[in-house]
């Protein structure tokens, strides 16, 4: 496993000396930033507890009560006797302590919701210039397990999903699959339960089908069409899952 850089370049002196009398949750601010700068692999062991303590000038406890809030938060792994270890990448880091900190109410999720409509839309789009054959093919795939699992639901919510991150992945876009990965990894408390109805199924498999025969015909403006009109439904079955949790 890479072990923390313990030179003196930039990563070491971003960790600055934390202001007098801060709680242990500023020197988790601190290590924060360091994490998700995306410049650590996952895997990465951190310093020790008396070397982060020495570096920002704070108490061992301190140190060890920040080390404690990130493993509850998913974002490092403590080993008695090891060491801590980075769990995992940017993107598998960023949904968890994103959704800590929001714990997601209903006028944030409302916002996500806009916002994974616009970026879908626009990915529909790219893919119907951009997606292979290959990839147009694994996304027929998709879909036909979407129609073979109308009568199991979570199989039904895992060939969604893989369907769409298909479609993403395909754009050479990785900022767009990050962010979609993102919101949606926000969203899926909610998403796994926003389609359950047979009726519901079957109207999401053919939006679906509607967005892949477009791109599969390399129709950009119609592509986008049809994952707006999906977008639509979709969002609002959600909304409603969202507003009776939250009610």
Same mark, same amino acid.
């Given at each position: 496993?890479?072990?923390?850089?313990?030179?003196?370049?930039?990563?070491?002196?971003? *960790?600055?000396?934390?202001?007098?009398?801060?709680?242990?949750?500023?020197?988790?601010?601190?290590?924060?930033?360091?994490?998700?700068?995306?410049?650590?692999?996952?895997?990465?062991?951190?310093?020790?507890?008396?070397?982060?303590?020495?570096?920002?000038?704070?108490?061992?406890?301190?140190?060890?009560?920040?080390?404690?809030?990130?493993?509850?938060?998913?974002?490092?792994?403590?080993?008695?006797?090891?060491?801590?270890? *980075?769990?995992?990448?940017?993107?598998?880091?960023?949904?968890?302590?994103?959704?800590?900190?929001?714990?997601?109410?209903?006028?944030?999720?409302?916002? *996500?919701?806009?916002?994974?409509?616009?970026?879908?839309?626009?990915?529909?789009?790219?893919?119907?210039?951009?997606?292979?054959?290959?990839?147009?093919?694994?996304?027929?795939?998709?879909?036909?397990?979407?129609?073979?699992?109308?009568?199991?639901?979570?199989?039904?919510?895992?060939?969604?999903?893989?369907?769409?991150?298909?479609?993403?992945?395909?754009?050479?876009?990785?900022?767009?699959?990050?962010?979609?990965?993102?919101?949606?990894?926000?969203?899926?408390?909610?998403?796994?339960?926003?389609?359950?109805?047979?009726?519901?199924?079957?109207?999401?498999?053919?939006?679906?089908?509607?967005?892949?025969?477009?791109?599969?015909?390399?129709?950009?403006?119609?592509?986008?069409?049809?994952?707006?009109?999906?977008?639509?439904?979709?969002?609002?079955?959600?909304?409603?899952?969202?507003?009776?949790?939250?009610?």
């Amino acid at each position: 496993m890479p072990a923390f850089p313990d030179d003196t370049g930039d990563l070491a002196r971003r *960790l600055v000396r934390v202001p007098e009398g801060s709680p242990a949750a500023v020197v988790a601010a601190r290590l924060l930033d360091l994490i998700t700068s995306g410049e650590l692999a996952a895997g990465t062991r951190l310093p020790p507890e008396r070397q982060l303590a020495t570096t920002l000038e704070v108490g061992r406890s301190a140190v060890r009560e920040a080390l404690t809030a990130l493993e509850v938060l998913g974002v490092v792994d403590v080993r008695p006797g090891s060491g801590t270890y *980075l769990r995992g990448s940017l993107s598998e880091l960023l949904p968890q302590t994103l959704s800590w900190g929001m714990l997601i109410g209903r006028r944030s999720t409302t916002e *996500l919701i806009e916002v994974r409509g616009a970026l879908e839309i626009y990915s529909a789009r790219l893919a119907a210039e951009r997606m292979p054959e290959d990839a147009v093919a694994r996304l027929g795939a998709h879909l036909a397990r979407m129609r073979a699992s109308a009568d199991d639901p979570p199989a039904f919510v895992d060939a969604d999903l893989a369907f769409h991150h298909e479609l993403a992945a395909s754009v050479d876009n990785t900022v767009l699959l990050d962010l979609l990965q993102i919101i949606r990894s926000l969203l899926r408390v909610w998403a796994d339960r926003a389609v359950e109805d047979p009726t519901e199924i079957s109207r999401a498999v053919e939006e679906h089908a509607a967005v892949h025969d477009a791109i599969a015909a390399r129709d950009g403006d119609r592509a986008a069409s049809a994952m707006a009109a999906h977008m639509l439904t979709a969002g609002r079955r959600l909304a409603a899952t969202v507003a009776a949790d939250t009610a």
